[in-house]
């Protein structure tokens, strides 16, 4: 059973540029959230997706944006790339309900910005 | 209010050794905590979790220990292992509106010494 799978692995992009990561979601699963992890922190909430919709976001500027497609799957999109955006984007799998599965995360973009 | 607040930074023991790392958090709408193990070049992986009903929770050679009056939580690790030699990363959400996101604290590396 394949896990959460993430693409690109690795990414260097130049500042100005646009980016595009993809996540496909643990089978069975249909929420997926995304996560940026800078550098020796913690993972931050960038935004969830369920049913084709943004349904939380976190404390990030509209550059972030994203899309789920009706297969589950779903892309993080960032344009105007700063210094700032190099990261581990983590994609994060659950499924929705009551009940709290917990998440599974993929093994993330590692993004570089230059 | 929505921070986790995560001690220490990084820990180091001996094999057989129990490190313990601890959480305070503000924010009392929080209702699951969750710790979460993270290895070099792979996205966390969920270790075990916790409800604000429940005062300690064991899982193998982890347990949790939670004070709801205080607002802090604690990952123990019994017997440890080079192998646990990792990130830890505390975390806590809440539900809004069918939706929950993770608020990570910033982790602790820890390494044990065979």
């Known amino acids: 059973d394949a896990g959460v799978t993430q693409s690109p692995t690795h990414l260097i992009k130049t500042r100005g540029q646009q980016v595009t990561l993809r996540c496909s979601p643990k089978?069975?699963?249909?929420?997926v959230s995304w996560y940026q992890q800078a550098l020796g922190q913690g993972p931050q909430f960038i935004f969830q997706y369920y049913e084709e919709e943004e349904r939380q976001r976190g404390n990030f500027p509209d550059r972030f944006s994203g899309h789920q497609f009706p297969n589950y799957s779903s892309e993080l999109n960032v344009n105007a790339l700063w210094l700032g955006d190099s990261a581990l984007y983590l994609c994060a799998s659950s499924l929705a309900g009551p009940g709290r599965l917990g998440y599974t995360f993929g093994s993330g973009t590692r993004l570089t910005v230059v | 209010q929505q921070q986790v607040k995560q001690s220490p930074q990084s820990l180091i023991v001996q094999k057989g050794g129990i490190p313990i790392i601890n959480c305070a958090y503000e924010n009392t709408a929080f209702d699951y905590f969750p710790w979460y193990q993270q290895f070099p070049g792979k996205g966390p992986a969920l270790l075990i979790a916790i409800r604000p009903d429940v005062s300690e929770k064991k899982e193998g050679r982890f347990t949790i220990s939670f004070n709801k009056s205080a607002k802090q939580f604690s990952l123990h690790i019994m017997d440890s292992q080079p192998g646990d030699s990792a990130t830890y990363f505390c975390?806590?959400?809440?539900?809004?509106?069918?939706?929950?996101?993770?608020?990570f604290g910033k982790g602790t590396k820890l390494t044990v010494n065979p």
């Open positions: 089978s069975g699963h249909d929420t």
């Open positions: 975390a806590a959400s809440m539900s809004q509106g069918g939706s929950e996101k993770l608020v």
